[in-house]
């Protein structure tokens, strides 16, 4: 407690001002405030663009499936999360299946889905997945892309990826509040270049040239900025980078 003390009062005199000052001041921009009452006026695309992008930027990734019948599917997910590490769980959300979602689908049908990383290389091609093609048609046909098969894991990966995880269907949470879905995986097997994961396990994002997308068509690469020790309460965290 006596730690924590001198750290807030060193704060207050100023001695970690530069840890904290920030680069813009709200004072110089004109604020928009906008209310609940005002979202619902929007224009469904205006409402969409706006809502969409507000968390900040998400990985993009091609999440492949393959249908009963082998017909594999790729498509576009900007809404991938990190569930746990112990079991390696990882989750995506899935519109509501009042129509047809050839993902959940195939998903549900085989218990095996893919993530694969999307870089500039064969942006073009993955932004085209978010078409609504029949259930007849491959994206990966459409678009060039490569389906690619290891082992007795059924879900195809995307050739072109360099970071690519297959995983096993675990459960199904269905949201309420707008009838979305929450899919949960456990990761069954990672493919990644060796050179690409640090000694402390982290994979190089940037190095491999994973893109990050804002909203649903917007795409921009990722940069280290910073790299910090494990944060403590009894003062700032040491930056290593």
């Known amino acids: ?25 709200s004072a110089k921009y004109e604020i928009m405030v906008i209310t609940a009452e005002d979202i619902e006026k929007f224009d469904k695309r205006y409402r969409v663009n706006l809502i969409n992008a507000l968390t900040g930027f998400s990985p993009a990734n091609l999440i492949g499936t393959r249908n009963r019948r082998g017909k594999p599917n790729l498509a576009m997910f900007s809404s991938l999360v990190h569930i746990g590490s112990n079991p390696p769980l990882m989750g995506f959300i899935n519109r509501p299946d009042t129509v047809a979602r050839h993902t959940l689908e195939n998903i549900r049908e085989t218990g095996t889905f893919t993530v694969n990383h999307v870089h500039q290389s064969f942006l073009s091609e993955a932004h085209q997945t978010s078409a609504r093609y029949p259930e007849e048609v491959s994206e990966f046909t459409v678009t060039g892309l490569t389906p690619e098969f290891f082992g007795e894991f059924t879900a195809p990966f995307v050739n072109e990826a360099v970071i690519k995880i297959g995983l096993r269907f675990r459960e199904e949470i269905k949201i309420e509040l707008n009838g979305t879905h929450l899919i949960i995986g456990e990761i069954d ?3 990644i270049p060796d ?12 190095r491999a040239g994973s893109l990050v997308v804002s909203g649903l068509d917007a795409y921009f690469v990722s940069r280290l900025v910073g790299k910090f020790a494990y944060a403590k309460p009894e003062g700032f965290a040491e930056r290593l980078e």
């Open 189 to 191: 097997n990672i493919r």
């Open 195 to 206: 050179s690409f994961i640090s000694d402390e396990g982290r994979p190089d994002l940037e």
């Open 1 to 25: 407690m006596n730690k924590f003390v001198g750290s807030l009062f060193r704060l207050l005199k100023g001695e970690y001002s530069n840890a904290w000052k920030p680069r813009w001041s």
